[in-house]
């Protein structure tokens, strides 16, 4: 089979680099990052202002200078236009057909690269931001109690306040087009990058974006380091919880790409339900889970990645047995090398029915360049799971991360317990 994530890569003269992905479709998406993001909204960047240029950018531009009238633009040809602010860069996305690539694209990086921002513009976003902030603030950095208690209440992993991502109040107010206009000079740096896949003229692309002239801007970043809040057995009361939902999870302090793999197959060789040794003993031997949830995340910020494992049980009781045998019953599945193997040779084989559509091919390879630093075919990302796949291995990842001496527990209780 011929390897599905080779990319044409291109670094332009400009220092850009340029990812493509001919695809047999009729149309082409577009994914277009710069480098600045909520982490540098910190110093003299007024919080909240990354995504606030990008609602201005998104609104209107020097060619296109109506409210949203890019977006009816692209929209008149079937297409989508749209944005988001990460951690790191702020995204302008495209979705096309094929046919009006050369009409459009042009116009799309001109959009981008020439602003139009006015005091009046500026009022004009504040509302719609001080609701965005609104919708997200009540539970923040979570969307439920339980997500709220996870990240502030069991682990201390917040990198951002509501306040350095959207701005409050005050910070609209100081804003002024002169401090957007330099700030979107960060715009224009070799940093800047375009994922693209689909029927495109390459040359064309490259031609378009090599007009932009880069340089270098190191603007200041800002981020809170992950840590434990309260690492040791609790008991939380949450509206959310029907059962009784025992969590255990660790915080990682590596982005290493190899640690990461090994976390994520210790997690689905432990609780795939086929033959998951969680995944037997409680549902299968004991009959007390109908699932076993395993979840790990990494984040732009160093220090930051973290894995946790959540097990709806019924009562105390179950509770209590789960506690005293989990962490013998885990360290005697990564024992046994023989079902690592068949795991593992499971999971190689069923990757033939990943990358079904173009948008996964692309989601996968921006995650691993944004937090990898690098993208990563097939063959590359299926050695490193088979070099992950040792029990030797795997129990240095559980000493280092899961381990009763590192890694976090609590359980959540239904309001009514
Ligand atoms: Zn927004």
Redesign the pocket.
């Known amino acids: 089979m011929k390897d599905r994530l080779i990319f044409e890569t291109q670094k332009l003269k400009n220092g850009m680099m340029v990812y493509g992905k001919p695809w047999d479709v009729p149309f082409v998406i577009v994914r277009f990052f710069v480098p600045i993001g909520t982490r540098n909204n910190t110093d003299s960047i007024i919080a909240g202002s990354a ?1 606030f240029l ?2 201005l950018m998104c609104s209107r531009s020097q060619s296109f200078p109506g409210k949203s009238q890019f977006k009816k633009f692209v929209s008149s040809f079937g297409g989508e236009f749209g944005a988001a ?1 990460s951690e790191t860069f702020t995204e302008y996305h495209l979705s096309i057909p094929s046919a009006a690539f050369s009409e459009i694209f042009p116009k799309f990086i001109n959009h981008i690269f020439n602003p139009l921002i006015t005091e009046e513009y500026i009022l004009e976003e504040s509302g719609i ?1 001080a609701n ?1 902030r609104k919708r997200k603030g009540i539970w923040f950095p979570g969307d439920s109690k339980l997500g709220m208690h996870v990240r502030t209440g069991w682990q201390n992993n917040n990198p951002y306040t509501l306040r350095q991502i959207f701005g409050e109040d005050d910070d609209f107010s100081n804003m002024t087009p002169e401090k957007f206009y330099s700030l979107h000079c960060a715009y224009k740096d070799p940093r800047a990058h375009l994922f693209i896949g689909g029927s495109y003229d390459a040359r064309l692309a490259m031609k378009t974006l090599e007009q932009i002239e880069t340089k270098f801007n190191d603007l200041p970043v800002f981020w809170k380091k992950a840590s434990w809040q309260k690492r040791e057995y609790h008991e939380e009361k949450c509206v959310e919880s029907d059962r009784h939902i025992y969590y255990l999870g660790g915080i990682v302090d590596s982005r290493d790409p190899f640690v990461f793999r090994g976390i994520t197959l210790l997690g689905s060789f432990l609780t795939n339900n086929v033959n998951g040794m969680l995944y037997e003993w409680l549902r299968r031997d004991l009959g007390w889970v109908y699932n076993i949830n395993f979840g790990a995340s990494v984040s732009i910020a160093p220090n930051i990645g973290a894995w946790q494992l959540s097990l709806p049980l019924n009562d105390i009781g179950q509770v209590s047995h789960v506690r005293s045998k989990l962490h013998q019953k885990i360290y005697g599945a990564i024992s046994d090398q023989e079902q690592i193997d068949l795991h593992v040779k499971e999971k190689l084989t069923k990757q033939i029915f990943n990358y079904q559509r173009i948008s996964d091919v692309l989601d996968d390879q921006i995650f691993s360049l944004h937090y990898f630093g690098k993208i990563s075919n097939e063959e590359e990302s299926g050695e490193l799971l088979r070099q992950a796949a040792y029990s030797s291995f795997l129990k240095r990842i559980y000493n280092t991360y899961w381990h009763p001496d590192v890694s976090g527990e609590f359980l959540a209780l239904p309001i009514n317990s």
């Open positions: 995504h990008e609602h602010t931001i965005e």
